[in-house]
């Protein structure tokens, strides 16, 4: 140290003793900073200097560091010494306490670090220092140890800080998660033995470009590695860091994104990386959004297409997808990203890679220059998209067997039923009346076309059991027993009675027992437990109590399936061969249970059991105790003579408490699709995803290998059954977030999917829309009473008006060819015709000259259809001036009281008449309330929900006119209306724009019109005439000005309908 240095020094510490009052204090300063001059020149200078800049902020952290320095000074040099100094300096600004607390405890674990690498870590946890002391402190003290342990190679422990410090400098938290994250990626290199450090190198590479490029993301990237590596080998990973570096250049979530996709990749089909490399490197060009869309889509997608087949057939379809994916690529990026999504599901539907490959071709040769036409092809939302693959598939059509089926089922039953086709998922809407059964549109099952025949046959017989036996029967005695059995159970104040890994008669623990109720104190605890079923409730209600209902869904489906089976076999012998037929070939392509992942075993056995005529020998061997106990659940409850579907849920409830100790539950993470649907599917995909590239071949595919299991066949009824909004939802990367989430059904809504039209695309959108019916909630007798009372006389005149045009016993007929009695005016026109000819010798004379007595009943069913849109509570009739004592009325109110008068009008003639009301929001939320229904009376319920009509949201018509016409359409009369009343045009959220929404509610008019029932439409909104005539002709609508005029109008435009 030179002499003018020394004296700098002295003058900086004299001046810093002379600021500390307490004399003990100071002498101990004085004594600690002459032990620190013993020291070597440049530490103890740097030693001094510091502490003296410390005691200046802080006396007591500057006094703590100059007590610790010699013994630090053992660990650190000068510099050191220095950079320590300074994170105390700082966090003594803030909290001096603090400061000396740090200084205690020393430095000594930096021994773990080599000499060199200390300043680093200085720098490092100075820089966080800036943004969080609080990190800064945390790297300090945990960082040396845990690096040291992580990486014994100094030189790859010199570039890990290195990237650490440059994450640091934008991110202190990014830094500190990328220190922590270093112990689960050492863990993950220690797979590769002897190539860890060339991965570990490879590894750092791509951190330090995601470093420089992409700042704290590279700390997502380290927390991501582990996962990312799992299963893989050298090679591998090199080529999958490469990749992620490549699109580095295209922003950090991308890379990440393809590193992840590409992982997944990788263990699924290594032998179609590089194809897949070449999908990403086509969409590219296309932008961001799309590419990231389809990175992450791409491991699913691969996934859903494992078969049963072997790994190299599996190899070749997977590479034939993404082929034809590229080449949709080329042409439109984001139709490839909905092309790939939807590539399972085609595959499942077709039947073979051909197939697919001729169905996107096709979509590129239909859709021309329209992107969006083409987009919603790909997504499986048009009607062409979905014939184009029926066509496809091989095997036997249902429209070449329905009306051979038809006449079976109708034989076999005895009831008239009607044959339609079921889409693969929810594609099509249907309405449970008893009278339709809906079958696969295509059986492919075997290669011989009377097997997929007979095939057909049991899956008709099965969903004509399902309307002859009761699975959708609504507010049933047993059903109510369900419902209240299950409520009190699977209430949240019995959480803890609930043992899921146990079950009845199997832990008894007396000295945790309650005192036996009396008989007496059992029935007032039932009462007091009861609770009605919702009105119109079925099976979906009761399982709508389950803590999962998914899981309680999956398990009735295949509960109900076998009581069906069970229930057929007693009740129609001769139907026995058939369903054994069956039963063998799905017990002959059941899966070894070994191959059967753990937490599908138990809906496998459960599969086995129900349908297959038991476990198989090895399940038995493997699971004999959950098989034996799902055996005596279904001989408790299906195998009686007359189960009913009640029973059915209460095997269901037994079934999920055994269940719930091996599925996981669904908040935790989704399994694929094809997972959940096949188990045998799933027992082949672990098998691929880490199979060695020198396995032995296997055999060659067959007809069965391509087609899906035939167990499918038969759950398909519960996946559409148990619709949900969800499943609506549509594939467009652009457009979905702007669309209104679908809304949780209540007890008792039921939900029906609706095709929609798309006049852009010339074809409809299938499944487009959700249609929830719903209740109307009781409001008060008082508005229906009122309006009695103000239209008192009218109704008197109406009522009288619509008895003379109600049937009498006989009428007499004119005109007749035959009768009982002569037509005296048809007599005189008949001899005067005969007169003229004999003059004009032209004979127009006309033999029908009788008259007959016969009975003409009236053949008439109407439906209302009332738009309850929030345009409806303006208010009309207001007195400008007096506001208050003529206050007008809401246009929702003036509609009601319509009701109310045709009501009446309607109870006088007899027609049978039902009452909608419909409103909207958006195409998954369009709720149709049920006012009133076919053949129920008009009685004081009816009139307390016509009081709680009320207005809200949107006027998506188009659906509510499919859903009201196919009610209407169940009715068995000769003449059927369906009368709209609306205050203006359709709109809602995603409606598109107006001329949208009139082509797609002019579509749903037209097909009412093919279905035979005559709409006419009722409203006040003369500006919209020009669109009314488009929309209902020139005779289908009227337009009311004086909307107060509207009740006593309604009558007479109805007698005019039905003249």
Known sequence: MSPASAQTLDRAVRAVVRGVKNQHERRTLIGLIRELKQLPGNTSRAAIETGAALASVSLRAGMEFLRVARQAAQVLDAGGLRQWGEMGRRLAITDGGASASFFAEGAAHLNSLPVHLRSLLFDICLRQMGLSIAVALDTFRRAPLTLAHNFPDARLLARFLAITNEIARRSARHSADFVNASTAVAARLE?????????????????????????????????????????????????????????????????????????????????????????????VKDGNPVLNSLTRASPASLRGLFTRADRAHTTEI?????????????????????????????????????????????????????????????????????????????????????????????????????????????????????????????????????????????????????????????????????????????????????????????????????????????????????????????????????????????????????????????????LRRDLDFVSHHLRRNRPLISRVPTTLVPFELLFQITLCGGALDDAREFYPQIASELESIVIDYLNAPTAAVADTLMATSRVYALFQAVVPDESSEQQSEATIEDADAEGQEEAPQRETKDAPPKKKPTQEDKQPDARELFNAWAQVENLSGDELDGNDAQGAHRETPAQDLEPGDVAYAYDEWDRELLDHRVSWCRVIEKRVRRGDRSFVELARSRHRGLISSI??????????????????????????????????????????????????????RLRRDRDVAVAFLLDQSSSTARTIGRHPLQPYTHPGRRIIEVEKEGLVLMSEALEAVGDPYAIYGFTSEGRRNVRFYIVKEFGERYDAEVERRIGGINYQNNTRLGAAIRHAAAKLARQDARTRLLIILSDGRPYDHDYGDARYAREDTREALAQARIDNITPFCITIDRDSEHELRELYGEVGYTIIDDVLSLPERMPAIYRRLTA
């Open 799 to 852: 009522r009288h008006q619509f008895q003379l045009i109600k049937p009498e016993g006989l009428r007499r007929i004119q005109n007749e060819l035959d009768g009982d009695d002569y037509d005296l005016n048809a007599v005189i026109d008949y001899v005067v015709d005969r007169r003229a000819a004999l003059q004009t010798g032209i004979d127009t004379h006309s033999e029908r000259l009788y008259t007959r």
């Open 191 to 283: 797979d590769f033995n002897e190539d860890k450090l060339i991965v570990g190198e490879a590894a750092l590479n791509l951190a330090e470009v995601f470093a420089l490029r992409a700042g704290g993301m590279a700390s997502d990237l380290w927390v991501r590695v582990p996962v990312v590596l799992r299963g893989l080998d050298k090679d591998e990973t090199l080529k999958l860091f490469g990749l992620a570096e490549r699109f580095l250049e295209r922003g950090g979530a991308i890379a990440l994104g393809v590193l992840e996709a590409g992982g997944e990749v990788l263990r699924l089909l290594p032998e179609v990386f590089d194809e897949w490399t070449r999908l990403l490197e086509t969409v």
């Open 318 to 574: 997977a590479r034939r997808v993404i082929t034809a994916t590229i080449e949709v690529a080329r042409v439109d990026a984001e139709a490839a990203l909905l092309c790939l999504r939807s590539a399972p599901v085609a595959l499942r539907r077709t039947g073979n890679v051909e197939a697919f490959e001729r169905w996107a071709h096709e979509g590129l040769a239909s859709s021309g220059d329209n992107a969006r036409a083409r987009r919603s092809y790909f997504a499986l939302e048009t009607r062409r998209s979905n014939e184009q693959l029926a066509s496809e598939k091989e095997g036997l059509q249902l429209e070449e067997v329905a009306h051979t089926l038809r006449l079976y089922v109708e034989a076999l039953t005895n009831r008239t039923v009607e044959v339609a086709p079921l889409a693969a998922s929810t594609e099509q809407a249907r309405i449970n009346d008893g009278r339709t059964i809906h079958l696969p549109s295509v059986v492919a099952e075997f290669e011989k076309e009377e097997l997929n025949f007979r095939l057909y046959k049991v899956l008709a017989a099965h969903a004509a059991g399902q309307i002859e036996f009761g699975t959708h029967e609504v507010e049933s005695d047993d059903l109510q027993a369900a419902y209240d059995a299950l409520g009190e159970l699977y209430a949240p104040e019995n959480l803890d009675a609930r043992d899921a890994f146990a079950l009845d008669g199997y832990i008894n623990d007396l000295s945790a027992g309650e005192k036996a109720l009396t008989p007496e104190e059992e029935l007032r605890r039932l009462e007091q437990s009861h609770r009605p079923l919702p009105r119109g409730a079925d099976y979906r209600v009761v399982l709508a109590l389950f803590p999962q209902t998914t899981l309680a869904a999956r398990i009735f489906g295949t509960l109900e399936n076998g009581r069906i089976d069970r229930r057929l076999r007693h009740m129609y012998r001769g």
